[in-house]
């Protein structure tokens, strides 16, 4: 191993010296089990697979209650006929059954939106923690340039009273070391703020679910495979092909649906009419009324609709046309899959390639630049200015070098995210 890069383990193996580090799978597990915005669409879920069994009611039986009396005026009062009926529509043309499917593609279509709301949720989580790691390296570079130029000012002050070198040199170490003092603080609080931004998708605040945690950012990239075998899982397994699939489905059983509601429901009625009798009498003006013996009368009848409304076909004409554009959102989604795969694995190679310059060699010639004109510095052969300049071009190369590792991870969940896999860093 080279000195660089065992500089570099070194370097990145530091903060994590003395802590524990937290994964970033355990950190997207942690955000699956406490994500507040994951748990209330979830209830969608439950909301769906409730409505199920709404579907699956009958329509309720009516219950009528009727009561008649002759007013024709005798010495006795008539009695009460009780007209009791029962009556109930009869579901026709499969509604039960259509309602029931169309409820059970609801539920899919609802599940298959969490997953797509979990996806955006591991690209949030993902992208936090990326910038989580990459600010607080940045802080840790500046911070080790802040010891070197701290070590030059005391050198400086040293080399001034054996007047080695001038007033102006010790000042402007001086100056150079106040300055980057700014930059230093301004790293840090870019790292805090990274550090708060952890805790949305968690829904609790990262510290008090994590205490004292480090991140572990040794990033691994994603391995990947060729497009004929990427493509097809993403076409399976990605969220809004899955979720406009499901809608296809929905859209289909509600047309459906519409189609079986056309049909008209007849309903039933069972009814009795009972009377208890009364015996002879005579009425007002003294003419004889003749009496009624008890009598019980069971009807059954039944009423069709007579179905003029089902001449419009508009509502069936509306259901189609959600299912053709259901269709066409499909292939529109396919299609960006498909898209988005290349795009991402495109993007991935290009992020390594430049990982890769940077590792294997802008990081070791910028050093071997710093260590070169460090010790001719020290001997003398070189200005503080020259050093400087090869100090702030180490840093420039530093930042890029942990710029592309972010971007190596973000380019590899990217692509994660793109075939329908849950991503790993």
Request: proline share 4%.
């Amino acid at each position: 191993m080279t000195r660089c890069n065992l500089l570099l383990a070194a370097w990145l193996l530091a903060p994590c010296a003395f802590a524990a580090p937290l994964s970033f799978e355990s950190y997207l597990s942690a955000v699956e089990s406490h994500s507040l915005e994951l748990q209330a669409q979830q209830e969608g879920i439950t909301s769906a697979k409730a409505g199920i069994g709404i579907a699956g009611l009958r329509p309720d039986p009516e219950f009528t209650l009727g009561a008649t009396r002759e007013t024709v005026h005798s010495v006795g009062h008539r009695p009460v006929t009780w007209n009791p009926a029962i009556s109930m529509a009869i579901e026709t043309g499969g509604k039960r059954a259509a309602r029931v499917k169309a409820a059970r593609s609801n539920v899919a279509l609802a599940e298959e939106t969490v997953a797509g709301f979990r996806s955006e949720l591991y690209a949030t989580a993902a992208a936090a923690y990326t910038e989580a790691c990459r600010t607080r390296d940045v802080a840790a570079r500046k911070e080790h340039t802040m010891a070197a130029l701290s070590k030059v000012v005391e050198a400086n002050v040293v080399r001034r009273k054996a007047g080695d070198v001038g007033g102006i040199e010790l000042l402007q170490s001086r100056v150079e070391r106040d300055q980057f003092q700014a930059e230093l603080a301004q790293a840090r609080s870019e790292a805090q703020g990274a550090m708060l931004e952890l805790s949305p998708p968690l829904g609790r605040q990262f510290d008090a679910l994590f205490p004292e945690a480090q991140l572990a950012c040794d990033f691994n990239a994603f391995a990947g495979g060729d497009t004929g075998t990427l493509v097809p899982q993403a076409l399976r397994e990605r969220s809004d092909v899955r979720i406009a699939r499901a809608t296809l489905d929905n859209l289909r059983d509600g047309a459906a649906l519409v189609r079986a509601n056309r049909a008209v429901d007849p309903t039933v009625t069972l009814g009795l009419a009972a009377v208890r009798g009364y015996h002879d009498g005579i009425d007002a003006h003294g003419a004889p009324v003749e009496g009624s013996p008890r009598s019980r009368a069971l009807s059954l009848s039944l009423a069709i609709p007579i179905p003029l409304s089902r001449r419009d076909k508009g509502e069936v004409v509306q259901a189609e046309a959600g299912v053709t554009q259901a269709m066409l959102a499909l292939r529109q989604a396919e299609l960006k899959a498909e898209t988005d795969v290349r795009a991402a694995q495109l993007q991935l190679r290009t992020a390594q390639a430049r990982l890769a310059r940077y590792r294997d060699g802008v990081l070791l010639d910028a050093q071997k630049v710093v260590d070169g004109i460090g010790l001719s510095y020290v001997k003398g052969n070189a200005s503080l200015l020259e050093w400087l300049a090869a100090q702030h071009s180490a840093d420039d190369a530093w930042q890029g070098y942990l710029q592309a590792r972010a971007d190596v991870a973000i380019a590899s969940t990217r692509l994660q995210l793109a075939i329908g896999q849950r991503p790993r860093l």
